[in-house]
Structure formats: C-alpha cells, structure tokens
T-cell receptor, first 115, second 110 residues
Framework: GAVVSQHPSWVICKSGTSVKIECRSLDFQATTMFWYRQFPKQSLMLMATSNEGSKATYEQGVEKDKFLINHASLTLSTLTVTSAHPEDSSFYIC???????????FGQGTRLTVV | DAKTTQPPSMDCAEGRAANLPCNHSTISGNEYVYWYRQIHSQGPQYIIHGLKNNETNEMASLIITEDRKSSTLILPHATLRDTAVYYCITGENYGQNFVFGPGTRLSVLP
C-alpha cells in the first residue's frame, strides 16, 4: 500500500501557542486528505476534508479558525492548531487518497500535548 | 453516528481463528464494508473490504451475509501482534471520510 507520513509523531507545546502538523503522501499524489482527532479511549472523529487547491470542508462543531488546514500541493496537507489549550491535547491522524474513488491510507498519527 | 455495531471487546487464544462480527443493517446497495484496525498509538491500518462477495487476502477473510446486513472478519491464526481495536465501517467511496464507531478491542492471549 501507499505511504502517508505525519510529522511530528509527537509534540508538546505551551498553552496559547500554535502547532503545525504535516501530512505527506510519500509515493502518490493525493487530491484529498482527511484530518481526524482521537481522544483517549475514544474512536476517531473526522475533523475536516481537505482538497488540493481549495478550502477545507469542516465537520460540524470543528472551529475552522482554530484548526487551520492548508493543502497547497498534491503531497502535503498541514493542520495548524492555533492558540492551543490543554483540551486540544489529542491524537491527530490524517489520511490521503489519490481521488474520490480510491482507497485512503492513514498516517501514523501525531500526539499533541498542550501544557 | 456510526452505521455499524460491533461487540466492544473479544478475547482470542493465540494460534486460533478470531471471528469478529459486525452488524450493518442499514447498509445501502452501493456501500462497501471496510475493516481497519488500530494498534495502540498508531494510525488505522487497512485490512480488507468487500461489497457482497466474500473476500480473502493475506491478512484476513471477510464473510458478508447474503442480505448484507452483517459481516464477519476472520483472522485465521491470530498472533499476539493482532491485538488491536478493529473497526468495521460502511461507505460508498473507497475509503474516504469514514465515520468510525468504537470498534472491537481484540485481545489475543498467549
């Protein structure tokens, strides 16, 4: 299968600062990328859908001004958590697919801890 | 909300077959059944998917009932490394914006 890589794998930041998480498709071009969030002992929750060259579509209840998503190229999408607070501490996971009707591959996840 | 229901947990002895059930009674005709698993602190890993025929690959077998309202994922010879949360998901697009339920936590015991 194709490889999707996230960076960093884990990050600790101070409350009030911003953190950027990268999602890269290493061996294919991804027109669509998805961002999920997973709190401890819970399942993955879709946050937003990101299409290359256009604005992301956010799920209900996800603040688009707090979770900035940029998908500027076919191999890279970034999620920036702005003004992070401890309640934003979570496991953030991306997935990527070549197109709407092709399999999505998941990254290894990024664990964010806000202190 | 997730459109599938799975038992919250299951145990399986190492070397034996693990049979994980999933109910998806509201599945529509053009929706696939996907199975992913998530080992602790990692991203989900694709296992298998199917539409209406049974499927088999190097990891597992997927048995879908004739009415498509339920399915079973079979790991033929479970190992300790198969301990994970297994998610059964339905959807039209081949692996797109999935709605994950709580899944089944499979514990493979020595």
């Amino acid at each position: 299968g194709a490889v999707v890589s996230q960076h960093p794998s884990w990050v600790i930041c101070k409350s009030g600062t911003s953190v950027k998480i990268e999602c890269r498709s290493l061996d294919f071009q991804a027109t669509t990328m998805f961002w999920y969030r997973q709190f401890p002992k819970q399942s993955l929750m879709l946050m937003a859908t990101s299409n290359e060259g256009s604005k992301a579509t956010y799920e209900q209840g996800v603040e688009k001004d707090k979770f900035l998503i940029n998908h500027a190229s076919l191999t890279l999408s970034t999620l920036t958590v702005t003004s992070a607070h401890p309640e934003d501490s979570s496991f953030y996971i991306c997935s990527a697919s070549r197109s709407l009707n092709t399999e999505a591959f998941f990254g290894q996840g990024t664990r964010l801890t806000v202190v | 909300d997730a459109k599938t229901t799975q038992p919250p947990s299951m145990d399986c002895a190492e070397g034996r077959a693990a049979n994980l059930p999933c109910n998806h009674s509201t599945i529509s005709g053009n929706e696939y059944v996907y199975w992913y698993r998530q080992i602790h602190s990692q991203g989900p890993q694709y296992i298998i998917h199917g539409l209406k025929n049974n499927e088999t690959n190097e990891m597992a077998s997927l048995i879908i009932t004739e009415d498509r309202k339920s399915s079973t994922l079979i790991l033929p010879h479970a190992t300790l490394r198969d301990t994970a949360v297994y998610y059964c998901i339905t959807g039209e697009n081949y692996g797109q914006n999935f709605v994950f339920g709580p899944g089944t936590r499979l514990s493979v015991l020595p």
